[in-house]
């Protein structure tokens, strides 16, 4: 049995157009780009061309993005590697931002949440002006990859700006998605992996601000060649990077944004009217991700995970919150918490928590999957 897959926020399937482009890389660019020949020159020529496709999405400088193995280690290097004196960030954001926070040894702001994920522009601005005369890195990222939360990083980076704090965010999930413009929000530090948009997994980039690397010194997380400006050491991933880049291109098209919500209206247009259906995060579908909807089944005896369990059974796959922390062990203290984390934050009802399950389309997917899998979930309700 085939699987129909709407996991799309946990990673996605590798786009077609990327099959041949990848092959083609690691038979021809063979060469090491700090060579100095002509086949090194070449290779080297590719990134520099990958990278400047790259800003230009964003309204940055090439020289800005920093190619890295993913988002998780552009976001430890942010923690890691920044001079600052305060954190202030969301107990909602990705688990590698979290975890990178805590181990700073750095204060903590945690900023509160409503129920539908935002944070409070006032609440941050009130942490920001009583915390003036310290250096404060914010994290926030711009759309979350359970709930479908976008925050408001224009006003954010804004703030930021006023009071001279250095701004991060996670766009993993925003990348290719929303718009992002680093000039406009005034973000210093982005971070993006290729695996959520159809690219490979093991590739991402740290877009740092021209500004902020120069007054802060960043040292290198790892050391050696002096590969990425001198910024991470190591052969560059050459066929991710290129294609990094494609896979970007392809999932900006219109047409596949278009079809993207296009299925999440008729799935939501499916399930919404079914018996004990409540969705989680925004409840207006135009301030939500595009491609993701949360969901309680609150009719169904099964838990997030027994339900997941179920549709899988049936050849189905979804999740019940973000697959980085799905596996992770709880202390025995911790250990009767089934619910997400991120549905915790945003205080909903634990029993509402307890049947979530997360939803995300891509633009690979079908009408008839997402008859089917509306299908089943009816006759399960």
């Known amino acids: ?212 690397e120069r007054m802060h010194k960043f040292r290198p997380l790892i050391v050696g060649g002096g590969q990425e400006h001198d910024f991470r050491a190591g052969t560059e991933n050459v066929t991710g990077i290129i294609a990094f880049a494609k896979a970007l291109e392809i999932s900006l098209r219109p047409e596949n944004i278009n079809k993207v919500k296009e299925l999440r209206a008729k799935l939501w247009l499916g399930l919404k009217d079914l018996k004990g259906a409540v969705l989680n995060g925004p409840l207006d579908l135009e301030k939500r991700l595009i491609n993701n909807l949360n969901i309680s089944f609150m009719d169904l005896k099964y838990t997030s995970e027994q339900l997941v369990l179920q549709l899988d059974l049936k050849g189905v796959c979804v999740s019940s919150g973000s697959a980085c922390t799905s596996n992770k062990k709880l202390s025995s203290e911790e250990s009767f918490i089934e619910s997400s984390y991120v549905l915790r934050a945003c205080r909903i009802d634990e029993e509402v928590s307890r049947r979530a399950i997360r939803i995300s389309l891509s633009w690979m997917n079908s009408e008839a999957e997402l008859e089917k899998m509306i299908e089943i979930i009816k006759k399960l309700v």
């Open 1 to 212: 049995m085939k699987k129909i897959y709407f996991d799309n926020s946990a990673t996605t399937p590798l786009a077609e157009e990327l099959r041949d482009l990848i092959l083609n890389s690691y038979l021809e660019d063979i060469a090491n780009p700090s060579s100095i020949h002509s086949l090194g020159r070449a290779v080297k020529k590719k990134i520099n061309a990958a990278r400047s496709s790259i800003a230009a999405v964003l309204n940055a400088e090439a020289e800005e993005i920093k190619f890295l193995s993913g988002a998780t280690e552009a976001n430890n290097t942010v923690f890691n590697l920044l001079n600052y004196d305060l954190i202030i960030t969301s107990p909602s954001e990705h688990a590698s931002v979290i975890e990178a926070a805590k181990a700073s040894s750095k204060p903590i702001i945690w900023l509160n949440l409503n129920k539908e994920g935002y944070i409070d522009l006032a609440e941050l601005e009130k942490h920001l002006s009583e915390n003036q005369g310290k250096l404060i890195l914010v994290s926030i990222m711009h759309a979350n990859s359970e709930i479908a939360t976008i925050q408001d990083l224009k006003s954010i980076g804004h703030l930021c700006k006023r009071y001279s704090a250095i701004f991060h965010s996670d766009c993993v999930q925003s990348l290719s998605k929303l718009k992002i413009d680093v000039k406009d929000f005034n973000l210093d530090l982005v971070s993006a992996s290729a695996h959520k948009i159809h690219g490979p997994k093991g590739v991402g980039f740290l877009y740092i601000k021209r500004a902020v």
